[in-house]
């Protein structure tokens, strides 16, 4: 009898769950997504079909199903699951779930997987107590995080697991997951009668960004809607705006800190690189719309105009000048425009990195070669300058200022002197934008100092 009141509390418990949690996978084919590690012959189905799990750490954006994939693993694999929060667990528990997992798989021989969510946040100390155990075997943990664990997880921890990426779900898998629920008579909306928009699917496919919850809340938020609105048992049809109305405004998933705050900054600066304006302003108004900080872009705009433009358009540096200073003059929501501008003349305008690999190479010749003495003649003027001068004994070169010496003129008052002693070139002027037209200055101006010989190869 008392199984029977258990079934029946589990079952009702279950009826009152949210959507979103009935439909969640219970085996690998009920789970959508993930095919580059839980596909066919991937190294995760593997592991999972093989039954020989090792620890993992399963890291991604919310909402791509990563405590899902764990209990589906759990069952797959036929192993008891502990779910804790690495933040609020604590040492105690840790060493009962130790102790569980001891007596269980002695008295059945059944093992145990921990599955610890924010795995990021699990502390040394009850780091020290599990470790033993997960590497004799005793417990199974799988990790699960939304940030890079090889950044934020300790390395003790990234070190005896596999480390799986899960990605958001395409909109298809959204609308088949949406569509599943709709026909599934035990957990879904098998039973009533619902007839959807290709429309609607698509908003919610859309707008839930790749998280399966967001639109299985959105589909019962719809439903119930149109069940309130209707006689009871007539058929609820679901449109475009029921679907609008019926999902929350997208929350753009990003934390300062992040990886979304360096994938989209990396992203904007490859944008710009890459000639592509139209991609760097969406990845500034992703950052905007995740409270990033307006000077943090401007700063980087800024870097980038002499890292990737430089003297191929000189004004890009005047630019991203002006933009920073109007940045932090104006603030947000108007530094948005500002930001835009910027970015769209910095993508357009013609690329060099040639001051960039210049001045590299220059600091790596003065930290890994030999150091270059300063030309006596280039020394400072408040030293002694005299014929009797040891240092400037006959023979030895002085220094020529230029527009007394009649330095030649062809070409603009160029000396002929050398101001670094050895021959060696760092800038490398290429032949886009202005650069173009220094390159040929620059080819004079070293032809005169080589004394009319051609430049170096």
Same mark, same amino acid.
């Given at each position: 009898m008392s199984d029977l009141w258990a079934t029946r509390r589990a079952e009702a418990r279950e009826k009152a769950s949210?959507?979103?949690?009935?439909? #969640?996978?219970?085996?690998?084919?009920?789970?959508?997504? &993930? =095919?580059?590690?839980?596909?066919?012959? @991937?190294?995760?189905?593997?592991?999972?079909?093989?039954?020989?799990?090792?620890?993992?750490?399963?890291?991604?954006?919310?909402?791509?199903?990563?405590?899902?994939?764990?209990?589906v693993i759990a069952n797959a694999t036929d192993r008891a699951f502990e779910r804790e929060n690495a933040a609020s667990v604590g040492v105690k528990r840790i060493r009962e779930i130790i102790d569980e997992a001891g007596a269980r798989l002695e008295g059945s021989g059944r093992r145990t997987i921990l599955f610890l969510d924010e795995i990021h946040r699990f502390s040394k100390s009850q780091q020290d107590v599990l470790l033993g155990d997960v590497e004799r075997g005793m417990i199974t943990l799988i990790g699960a995080t939304t940030e890079n664990p090889l950044f934020t997880v300790n390395s003790a921890l990234v070190s005896r697991s596999t480390l799986f990426r899960l990605e958001p779900l395409s909109e298809d898998a959204i609308v088949r997951i949406v569509r599943r629920a709709i026909a599934d008579e035990d957990r879904g909306f098998g039973r009533l009668t619902i007839t959807i928009d290709d429309d609607a699917l698509r908003v919610w496919a859309i707008k839930s960004d790749g998280d399966a919850r967001r639109a299985l809340t959105a589909l019962e938020v719809a439903v119930t809607s149109g069940q309130r609105e209707g006689a009871p048992g007539k058929a609820i049809h679901i449109t475009k705006d029921d679907a609008e109305q019926s999902? &929350? &405004?997208?929350?753009? %998933?990003?934390?300062?800190?992040? *990886?979304?705050?360096?994938?989209? !900054?990396?992203?904007? !600066?490859?944008? %710009? @690189? =890459?000639? *592509?304006?139209?991609?760097a302003v969406y990845w500034i108004a992703r950052m905007l719309e995740g409270g990033e900080d307006p000077n943090f872009i401007a700063r980087r705009l800024a870097i980038l105009a002499s890292e990737d433009i430089g003297n191929a358009d000189p004004r890009g540096i005047q630019v991203a000048a002006a933009t920073w200073e109007l940045v932090e003059r104006i603030g947000m929501p108007e530094a948005r425009i500002t930001l835009s501008q910027c970015a769209i003349y910095l993508a357009l305008a013609p690329k060099s990195n040639a001051s960039y690999v210049a001045i590299n190479e220059a600091m790596a010749d003065v930290k890994e070669g030999r150091t270059i003495p300063v030309p006596v003649f280039l020394q400072s003027p408040n030293k002694a300058?005299?014929?009797?001068?040891?240092?400037?004994?006959?023979?030895?070169? #002085?220094y020529e200022y230029t527009h007394d010496t009649g330095a030649n003129t062809s070409i603009g008052g160029v000396s002929e002197q050398s101001y670094l002693?050895?021959?060696?070139?760092?800038?490398?002027?290429?032949?886009? =934008?202005?650069? &173009?037209?220094?390159?040929? @200055?620059?080819?004079?101006? #070293? #032809? %005169?100092?080589?004394?009319? @010989?051609?430049?170096n190869p």
């Open positions: 949210p959507l979103a949690w009935r439909m #969640r996978p219970r085996t690998l084919d009920e789970y959508e997504g &993930q =095919g580059h590690i839980i596909g066919e012959g @991937r190294l995760l189905r593997k592991m999972i079909e093989s039954g020989a799990m090792t620890s993992i750490i399963l890291h991604g954006p919310p909402g791509t199903g990563k405590t899902t994939l764990a209990e999902i &929350q &405004q997208k929350a753009v %998933v990003y934390a300062p800190g992040g *990886d979304e705050h360096y994938d989209s !900054i990396s992203a904007m !600066i490859k944008s %710009v @690189r =890459g000639s *592509d304006p139209d991609a300058e005299s014929e009797n001068d040891p240092r400037f004994a006959k023979g030895r070169q #002085r002693g050895v021959d060696k070139e760092y800038y490398r002027p290429t032949d886009r =934008g202005l650069e &173009q037209k220094l390159k040929e @200055r620059l080819d004079e101006v #070293r #032809r %005169v100092k080589r004394g009319g @010989r051609a430049p």
